[in-house]
């Protein structure tokens, strides 16, 4: 069996790439979290999860002419949806920031999750290739 | 990896609520400036926040269609300050050196404890970007690990 980098690290890198992004949106929502009439967004993980998969896969459609769509980069941010605010503010502004910091630091401590995991199949890998 | 833009966005919101901070102090400050015109009058001062879209940063994107509203955004700008329209406080002050003819001067439209809640809020939302920046800061610092026993 020939290893390949990309499927020994399996679903993790993804992951761990999914983590940084939507730790950048929920710092953005923070940041507005005085900006009148902005509204708050956060990631669809498992959306976003679901495509890695297929691309992992390799069931994802594929560009075999000039001329075709790219249908991967034509919805980079699909996953990327405004949240139903429990209690909208009378400027229209729909950060609800100790949620979102709860948030923020639950993708931290996931994040971490991710990283060991990553880690773990690196050092696998390291053993394997040095044969102890 | 876009680890690095966390701390555009909360540096962005560290430079606009300290300039919050900064209108707070200048209304304190002033809060018993009298003066004998309501055109020479101090008024109170609001900072206007307004997010930051990710096409504004990239304006080769600018043509492109639902490019305005794609992307998670990049932090937060203040648009500009304006002075509150509320009216002015009259008072009959004859002894004051600044009285206009009929003995009255006129204070500023600041509200000092709409301002103390303001300064409390503003400095709160300070600290919370710091600790964005924190955990960014142990995020990344953890990436560079990746890999090392």
């Known amino acids: 069996m020939a290893i390949s980098l990309d499927s020994a690290l399996g679903i993790h890198q993804p992951a761990l790439e999914a983590r940084i992004k939507r730790a950048e949106v929920l710092a953005n929502n923070l940041a507005n979290a005085d900006t009148p009439g902005y509204k708050a967004r956060d990631i669809d993980f498992s959306a976003m999860m679901q495509k890695a998969k297929q691309e992992l896969s390799g069931l994802g459609m594929e560009k075999t002419h000039d001329q075709h769509m790219d249908t991967s980069s034509m919805a980079p941010d699909s996953e990327l949806l405004y949240r139903v605010p429990h209690q909208p503010s009378v400027d229209g502004n729909t950060v609800d920031t100790q949620q979102e910091q709860s948030r923020f630091m639950r993708n931290a401590m996931e994040y971490q999750a991710s990283f060991q995991f990553l880690n773990g199949k690196i050092s696998g890998l390291k053993k394997a290739i040095s044969g102890q | 990896m876009s680890l690095g ?10 430079t606009a609520q300290s300039l919050r901070l900064n209108t707070t102090a200048s209304n304190i400050a002033n809060a018993e400036t009298a003066s004998s015109s309501t055109g020479e009058t101090y008024r109170a001062r609001k900072p206007v926040f307004a997010a930051i879209q990710q096409s504004m940063l990239n304006p080769s994107q600018q043509g492109l269609a639902f490019a305005s509203d794609e992307g ?13 329209d509320a009216e002015l406080q009259m008072r009959y002050e004859p002894d004051h050196p600044a009285a206009n003819e009929d003995g009255y001067v006129f204070y500023p439209n600041v509200n000092v404890v709409e301002e103390m809640a303001d300064m409390m809020s503003s400095s709160r939302s300070f600290q919370m970007n710091v600790d964005i920046m924190n955990s960014a800061k142990s995020m990344m610092q953890r990436i560079l690990t990746l890999g090392q026993q």
């Open chain 2, 5 to 14: 833009s966390i701390f555009d966005i909360a540096g962005s919101g560290m």
């Open chain 2, 72 to 84: 998670p955004g990049a932090g937060v700008r203040v648009e500009g300050i304006v002075e509150s």
